[in-house]
């Protein structure tokens, strides 16, 4: 949910310390004093407060400890900055999955590395692609990810193969719900996909929800509300 008011993270009303206190950000995980938290003990630092979409994304990605990418997409996908709509998610995807993947594998000075390339990658994909090209941008976000967890290139043989392989796949799955578009409901199935691609072609497993249902339909005047859906992994 988006909330305008009170806590960013759940929305619940604000209260105001006598004293301040040692509080660490829901996204960077950074410790600051602060006499200002949620009823239910959240707290978001200024810096984050006012970060660009990506710049969240990218922070919160590389500071995360998680290994369910669809745990941190939602973390996420809850800050007022990442819209109902947008280029943001053709991002969020890699990034989710990438810190997730290198989280379960402790290689975490890697894992910047890769999503700020990620970020990098994504940020030349146009927004409404897949309306004026027929291509998802959370698909070919996919796709950025396999390539960089195998550092494909144009000359690759496998690495090429997976990459292009992961993007199609998805584009199918996305594709078969049909439109109009919905960047949450792409996300969702492009990280869902990847999870399994990775483990039947990998033979890894990053934890992911077994049952997940969305809960950002009333934000999308587009949604199929005749078509709720649980995502399975």
């Known amino acids: 949910m988006e909330y305008k008011t009170g806590c960013l993270i759940c929305g619940k009303e604000l209260i105001y310390l006598e004293n301040a206190e040692k509080k660490g950000c829901y996204y960077c995980r950074e410790t600051y004093e602060s006499d200002v938290t949620c009823i239910d003990g959240h707290f978001v630092c200024d ?3 006012s970060l660009p979409a990506n710049d969240l994304i990218e922070q919160t990605c590389i500071n995360s400890k998680l290994e369910d990418p669809l745990e941190l997409s939602l973390i996420l996908m809850k800050n007022p900055k990442i819209k109902m709509h947008g280029p943001e998610h053709h991002f969020l995807v890699p990034a989710v999955l990438l810190s997730a993947h290198y989280n379960k594998k402790k290689d975490y000075r890697k ?6 390339e990620a970020r990098n990658r994504a940020e030349k994909i146009l927004g409404g692609i897949c309306g004026s090209h027929g291509i998802c941008g959370a698909a070919v ?16 043989e496998k690495e090429w193969k997976l990459s292009n392989q992961v993007t199609a796949e998805n584009l199918l799955s996305i594709a078969n719900y049909g439109g109009p578009r919905c960047c949450k409901r792409g996300t969702f199935l492009a990280i869902i996909g990847a999870v399994k691609f990775l483990r039947e072609h990998f033979g890894f497993t990053i934890d992911s929800d077994k049952d997940f249902l969305c809960e950002f339909t009333k934000l999308n005047q587009e949604c199929k509300k005749n078509r709720l859906y649980v995502l399975s992994t």
């Open 141 to 156: 976000g996919t796709g950025i990810f396999i390539s960089l967890i195998t550092d494909a290139t144009p000359l690759s």
């Open 111 to 116: 894992k910047e590395n890769k999503i700020k």
């Open 47 to 49: 810096k984050c407060h």
